[in-house]
């Protein structure tokens, strides 16, 4: 039986979702992942959904049945409902799932079938959005159209649905920047900027994108240096208005335009933290893309990574998957036909954090206990990381490492020593993986920002007086035993689907 949060949203059995996601190789992941686990946990809790069209990323309608399958459908992630269904599992799917080839980069989402494009006006009555690139570094235009345009383009396409009663918008809490303090859930007003620059338009930004692309080309430039321009590009304008980098950049401004463009649109937008592999739902320890905290347990754990750098105090504000989406599924309940924007902030940090110290606790742990074995099938032994808070100190002691490794590398080669040179290699790759995991997560290392999430603890409070199905519908932080999750779920996940 339907619980009565889900059979509110589809009893009549003729709403339709629009689930608005694009899938793309060049993606972490992290939104994508969302968005399967969202689509997987609306099949398997409420059959009678009539229909979800998925925007999927693709230059026709067969390429994108395609992508569905194998990157979607064929997944382990759907091996519960797979089961569930039994050989009317492939029916049900095609019954209830209609890929929609498109991008939300474009206007009317790049849709070409006017037919389909009509039919979707007509039926389409919540819209979902978490088409993004999650790359803290891409090309600003890219980064531009997925993360700031696409959010708008969703917005327009659902006014001319006539049935629509809500389009939720799937952002980042990282939209704050390197703030600290109590991070409110407030939203950001057209313009706004973190460092409090004025000039901020994004028509303008779009320009300087568009100019600067089009100048690259003209002088027929490498398709490799366009890329890395652009790409520097947005890094320098999301650092002269404040942000680290250009996908926080790109989706505050994504927000902005939303708040500009809904009129009086019912919208939610939820600003998830760091999400991290699945707590119970549709199995403990899903997880896919080497994000974040990930890509270092990674390399802690095949002992590529023993030097971190990071405040051993600073609180990873983390929230599984599967919660996540619970959230937003109440958030759906909640907010069907009610004319306001609402701004969830999902994560532990306000009422269950923890710590860098005791995530390298965790892993240390884990790793001590279950030696992952390299390719040679010796178990790798790993040893408490050394742990700096000072990023001078720690950029001294790799420079000098990298310089002392460079010189006996070239001593190594000059003697023709083959195994010592092997063994330099290794240390010098290991200091550029370090390198590289700092450059990369540095603003994040020392961040400082708890993230309130006032409005989402009244939405779960709401939900439990109208009888949510807590078991079913968890997303309360509050459940969670890190120390439990991380051991005997998260990182065990990770080397099974990551190593």
């Known amino acids: 039986m339907p619980t009565a949060l889900c059979y509110y949203i589809w009893q009549e059995r003729n709403n339709r979702l629009f689930h608005g996601f694009e899938t793309t190789p060049r993606q972490l992941m992290h939104h994508v992942r969302i968005a399967e686990i969202l689509v997987e946990k609306i099949l398997r809790v409420q059959p009678n959904v009539r229909k979800l069209y998925l925007l999927v990323r693709a230059k026709d309608p067969e390429s994108a049945k395609i992508r569905l399958q194998d990157e979607v459908i064929g997944k382990e992630l759907f091996r519960v409902l797979r089961e569930k269904m039994g050989e009317n599992f492939e029916s049900f799917i095609s019954e209830k799932i209609t890929p929609v080839a498109g991008d939300t980069s474009y206007e009317n989402l790049g849709l070409i079938d006017d037919n389909l494009k009509e039919e979707m006006f007509k039926d389409v009555d919540i819209v979902i959005n978490v088409a993004a690139t999650t790359k803290f570094e891409e090309r600003y235009d890219v980064a531009l159209g997925v993360n700031t345009m696409g959010p708008s383009n969703v917005v327009n396409f659902a006014k001319k649905c006539v049935n629509i009663k809500l389009v939720i918008q799937v952002s980042t809490a990282y939209v704050c920047g390197e703030k600290g303090g109590l991070i409110p859930e407030s939203p950001y007003s057209m313009g706004e900027t973190l460092n409090d620059l004025p000039g901020l338009d994004i028509d303008i930004e779009k320009k300087l994108a568009e100019q600067l692309l089009s100048n690259l080309k003209s002088r027929e430039l490498p398709e490799k240096a366009i890329r890395q ?19 926080v950049f790109t989706k505050a401004m994504g927000e902005m335009l939303v708040g500009q463009t809904r009129g009086d649109l019912p919208v939610v937008i939820m600003r998830p933290t760091i999400v991290c592999s699945t707590y119970k739902e549709p199995f403990p320890g899903w997880v896919e893309g080497c994000r974040t905290i990930d890509s270092v347990a990674v390399n802690y754990g095949k002992g590529h990574l023993s030097i971190f750098l990071a405040d051993r105090n600073s609180v990873f504000d983390l929230i599984p998957a599967d919660m996540f989406v619970n959230s937003i599924i109440v958030a759906m309940k909640a907010h069907v036909n009610q004319p306001s924007m609402t701004i969830y902030q999902v994560g532990c940090s306000y009422r269950n954090p923890v710590t ?26 790993v040893r408490k990381g050394l742990v700096l808070s000072n990023i001078l100190i720690f950029q001294c002691i790799l420079f000098l490492w990298i310089f002392l490794v460079g010189k006996v590398l070239n001593l190594a080669n000059m003697m023709g020593s083959r195994s010592l040179q092997q063994v330099l290699i290794n240390i010098d790759k290991k200091l550029n993986i370090a390198v590289k995991l700092v450059e990369l997560y540095r603003p994040y290392l020392f961040f400082k920002g708890i993230f309130v999430d006032s409005n989402t603890e009244k939405l779960r409070i709401t939900a439990r007086e109208n009888g949510l199905d807590e078991d079913m519908f968890n997303f309360d932080p509050m459940s969670i035993n890190w120390k439990d999750f991380f051991i005997n779920v998260h990182i065990p996940a990770i080397v099974k689907y990551l190593f």
């Open 229 to 247: 321009i652009m790409k520097n590009f947005g890094r320098q304008r999301a650092k002269l208005y404040g942000w680290p980098n250009t996908y």
């Open 356 to 381: 860098f110290s005791e995530l390298h606790d965790f892993h240390y742990n884990y790793f001590t206990q279950h030696p992952w074995n390299n390719n040679e099938g010796s178990p790798v032994n």
